[in-house]
Nanobody
Framework: VQLQASGGGSVQAGGSLKLSCVTS???????????MGWYRQAPGKQREMVAD???????TYQDAVKGRFTISRDNAKRKMYLQMNRLDPEDTGVYYC?????????WGEGTLVTVSS
């Protein structure tokens, strides 16, 4: 199973970015019922959950990003997205996508997001 994240970059505070993550190598019946999520790791800090989405489309967000970030998924394309608006320098970090349940978990290589003030 492989996950490939893309869409990171450098923006000024207040700007927007949209991250994408595509999953490959997972059979459809497993993918369809998997939970997916975005995590980030800021310099010198531990990795933290940003947002996740169930197979049914139920979402959970970290308090700091509520109202600014939107997670979504397109099961037919095996993709997950993170629309990030009103970015803040505190959002700087490497963003990772994850797919899994309680019995398995896969991570992609991260994509760097840098927000300057």
């Amino acid at each position: 199973v492989q996950l490939q994240a893309s869409g990171g970059g450098s923006v000024q505070a207040g700007g927007s970015l949209k991250l994408s993550c595509v999953t490959s190598g997972m059979i459809w019946s497993t993918f369809r019922f998997s939970r997916m999520g975005w995590y980030r790791q800021a310099p010198g800090k531990q990795r933290e959950m940003v947002a996740d989405i169930t197979s049914d489309g139920d979402t959970t967000y970290q308090d700091a990003v509520k109202g600014r970030f939107t997670i979504s998924r397109d099961n037919a394309k095996r993709k997950m997205y993170l629309q990030m608006n009103r970015l803040d320098p505190e959002d700087t970090g490497v963003y990772y996508c994850n797919i899994g349940t309680g019995s398995y978990s896969y991570w992609g290589e991260g994509t760097l997001v840098t927000v300057s003030s």
